[in-house]
C-alpha cells in the first residue's frame, strides 16, 4: 500500500492520476512547433511568389449611349406604341464578332400595367412577331413579352412601380 507521505498533492487530488499540467507541456510544444511551420510556410510562398502579369481582355462589342431624351440610332421606332412618351434612357451595344446590335430604349408608361399589355400585344401581333412569351398581369410587377421575326428578336419588360410603368424594350438586330 502506498503512502500517503510520499504521494505529491496533485496526485492525491487526482484520485492517484497525475493533473492536466504534465500533459500540456507537449502538447504546447507541438502547437508551438506547428505554428512556427506555418508561418514558415507562409514566408515561403509570399517571398516566392511569381508576379502575374495582367489579362487584357479584349472586348467584342461597342456600346453608345444617346443623349437624354433621344432614341439611339438603329432602334426600330414602330416597337414604340405611345406618343409624347419622354424617353428615359437609350444604348445600344453592337457585337464585332458576332454582327449583332441591342438598341434599348426605356421610358415611363402613364399607362397601367394592363393596357401596356394590350397594347404591346396588339402592336407585336399587327407587325408579324411571333410571340414566344407573351406578359401577363398575374407575373405583377414585372412581366415580358418576348418575341421574334426575320432572325431578330425584342424583348419588352413592363415594371409596375409608384411613378407608373416601366418599359424596357431591348431589340436584336441580326446583319
Given at each position: 500500500m502506498e503512502d500517503m507521505r510520499t504521494t505529491p498533492l496533485s496526485q492525491e487530488v487526482s484520485g492517484g492520476m497525475p493533473t492536466q499540467g504534465h500533459?500540456?507541456?507537449?502538447?504546447?510544444?507541438?502547437?508551438?512547433?506547428?505554428?512556427?511551420?506555418?508561418?514558415?510556410?507562409?514566408?515561403?510562398?509570399?517571398l516566392n511568389k511569381q508576379p502575374v502579369a495582367p489579362v487584357?481582355?479584349?472586348?467584342?462589342?461597342?456600346?453608345?449611349?444617346?443623349e437624354q431624351g433621344q432614341i439611339i440610332a438603329g432602334f426600330p421606332q414602330e416597337l414604340l406604341p405611345e406618343e409624347g412618351v419622354t424617353i428615359g434612357t437609350s444604348a445600344k451595344l453592337t457585337y464585332t464578332n458576332r454582327n449583332e446590335q441591342l438598341p434599348t430604349v426605356e421610358y415611363v408608361s402613364a399607362k397601367t400595367l394592363e393596357e401596356n399589355i394590350a397594347l404591346f400585344k396588339n402592336l407585336l401581333t399587327t407587325q408579324?412577331?411571333?410571340?414566344?412569351?407573351?406578359?401577363?398581369?398575374?407575373?405583377?410587377?414585372?412581366?415580358?413579352?418576348?418575341?421574334?421575326?426575320?432572325?431578330?428578336?425584342?424583348?419588352?419588360?413592363?415594371?409596375?412601380?409608384?411613378?407608373?410603368?416601366?418599359?424596357?424594350?431591348?431589340y436584336v438586330a441580326r446583319q
Open positions: 500533459h500540456m507541456k507537449p502538447l504546447r510544444v507541438f502547437l508551438i512547433i506547428l505554428l512556427i511551420i506555418l508561418i514558415g510556410w507562409g514566408l515561403f510562398a509570399l487584357e481582355e479584349e472586348k467584342d462589342y461597342t456600346s453608345e449611349v444617346a408579324g412577331w411571333t410571340i414566344v412569351k407573351e406578359a401577363t398581369p398575374t407575373e405583377n410587377p414585372v412581366t415580358n413579352f418576348y418575341a421574334t421575326k426575320d432572325g431578330n428578336d425584342v424583348n419588352i419588360t413592363l415594371s409596375s412601380g409608384a411613378t407608373g410603368v416601366k418599359v424596357h424594350i431591348a
